[in-house]
């Protein structure tokens, strides 16, 4: 009997992480991280003619696909804020060819900063990302919405454009603030703060550790070949 290319061990991962301005791919298998311009134009069938083209000559098993917005079962829930619609129904596997993951793209970055334990994502960039991982579980969480101060929430008080609005020296006392009221309510053993804006930050708050973007590639084959993660 042919095994499943999902199951085999040495499968080859094509990770791709889709973000506002760009839709970068890097395979399991080595080689350079590759990018497109993507953009409020962007819908998902031109996302997947851009990897295709950026990916023309990789050889790939799978595909793991950080999007940015809430996911369930591998199916994006909403359309993004920064891209075009015709995300949601789209049929991502058959567009691909082959075996496809879908997760939220904190997530992504999540799993490919996680090490054990209990561990608290915090993506920083434009808005505000979250995820926690527990005993490798892993779980996205929309926390960015809710209410934080003055009936406004988390994430328009460490926003970029917060901290455009309101001043460097402001915008990171609010990160702070945020850091330890979701320590406190959730109790992880270590936080990671990644997205592109943690390079802003002049210092970290206690029991937080500096994530990196690159790492969501390392998420995005995590899901295919880390067998104790769930996700």
């Known amino acids: 009997m042919t095994q499943d290319v999902s199951e085999r061990k040495d499968r080859i991962v094509l990770s791709i992480d889709i973000g506002g301005s760009h839709v970068k791919i890097l395979s399991s298998a080595g080689g350079e991280e590759k990018k497109a311009v993507s953009g409020k134009t962007m819908t998902a069938a031109d996302m997947v003619a851009a990897v295709k083209a950026m990916a023309d000559g990789l050889k790939y ?38 075996p496809t993951r879908i997760v939220n793209d904190a997530l992504m970055q999540a799993l490919g900063s996680y090490k054990d334990g209990r561990m608290l ?49 402001k915008w990171q006392t609010r990160v702070f603030d945020v850091v330890e009221t979701l320590t406190n309510a959730l109790e992880p053993d270590y936080v990671v703060i990644g997205g592109g804006n943690v390079e802003k930050l002049d210092s970290l708050p206690p029991k937080c550790r500096r994530g990196d973007n690159k790492l969501a590639f390392d998420g995005g084959f995590r899901l295919w070949q880390d067998e104790k993660l769930r996700v």
Request: overall charge negative; charged content about 20%.
């Open 61 to 98: 098993d799978v595909v793991s696909m950080g999007y940015p917005g809430p996911v369930v079962h591998d199916k994006p829930l909403r359309e993004p804020v920064n891209l075009a619609d015709g995300w949601v129904g789209f049929d991502y596997q058959a567009a691909f060819g082959c």
């Open 121 to 169: 994502f915090l993506g920083l960039g434009t808005g505000l990302g979250a995820a926690m991982i527990v005993e490798n579980v892993a779980q996205p969480m929309e926390i960015a919405h809710l209410p934080y101060r003055k009936g406004k929430s988390y994430e328009h008080y460490i926003s970029e454009a917060y901290r455009e609005k309101k001043g460097h020296k």
